[in-house]
Nanobody, 121 residues
């Protein structure tokens, strides 16, 4: 079992930055891939970024490549999503997830409650 709690969302102007946090607890975390997804109003939930819990090179959606950065604080079991150069199109509820990997939400077994990010133009 894995528990995930996101924080750090808020309202920001276009061009600004936010850092989302996801506090992770549970056992055998090294077995999981950690992902960030988002869901905008009226749209399907979509992949944002993912990386193995144990390390490696993150993968990113094309829409956020070069603007968002996935990282992890090893000592605190927290994963982060640093979001720079935010655009109104980034407005969504952001979720962290743990699972077996890939860009499909169907491969993720555990989800946080989500945190709202709103980017004003």
């Amino acid at each position: 079992q894995v528990q995930l709690v996101e924080s750090g969302g808020g309202l920001v102007q276009a061009g600004g930055s936010l850092r989302l946090s996801c506090t992770v607890s549970g056992r055998t975390l090294n077995m999981y891939v950690m992902g960030w997804f988002r869901q905008a109003p009226g749209k399907e939930r979509e992949f944002v970024a993912a990386r193995d819990w144990s390390g490696g090179i993150p993968s990113y959606a094309d829409s956020v490549e070069g603007r968002f950065t996935f990282s992890r604080d090893n000592a605190k079991n927290i994963i982060y999503l640093q979001m720079n150069a935010l655009e109104p199109e980034d407005t969504a509820v952001y979720y962290c997830a743990a699972g077996r990997g890939s860009r499909s939400q169907n491969w993720y077994d555990y989800w946080g409650q989500g945190t709202q990010v709103t980017v004003s133009s």
